[in-house]
């Protein structure tokens, strides 16, 4: 099994950034592909980036350009969040797993461990 925890979390004013971090444990080699996920109250849980191992990454358009997703270096994976806004507060969760297919990459069936979350809020 894999265990992640988030954190770098917190609260930012318009422009500002935030970089997340991820630390992986556990039996890594059985994942492909880690990856940042974030909800909102009232939201659908959206994939917004994600590094497979072999280093190809997926990017949300939705934050493509702002975001950036590293490579996963000694089991922890990052993003950088630069430019926030207030529609970026959520709560912001990593994910390790397997997808079946490239176009799961940013789906939420193609993981099947998740960390505790890390909240991220934005103010104007």
């Known amino acids: 099994q894999v265990q992640l925890v988030e954190s770098g979390g917190g609260s930012v004013q318009t422009g500002g950034s935030l970089r997340l971090s991820c630390a992986a444990s556990g039996d890594i080699a059985s994942i492909t592909s880690m990856a940042w996920f974030r909800q909102a109250p009232g939201q659908e849980r959206e994939g917004l980036a994600a590094?497979?191992?072999?280093?190809?990454f997926s990017v949300a358009d939705s934050v493509r350009g702002r975001f950036t997703i590293s490579k996963v270096t000694n089991n922890t994976l990052y993003l950088q969040m630069n430019n926030l806004t207030p529609e970026d507060s959520a709560m912001y969760y990593c994910?390790?797993?397997?997808?079946?297919?490239?176009?799961?990459?940013?789906?939420?069936?193609?993981?099947?461990?998740w960390g505790q979350g890390t909240q991220v809020t934005v103010s104007s």
């Open positions: 590094r497979v191992r072999d280093g190809a």
């Open positions: 994910a390790a797993g397997v997808p079946r297919f490239d176009n799961w990459r940013l789906q939420i069936r193609g993981y099947s461990t």
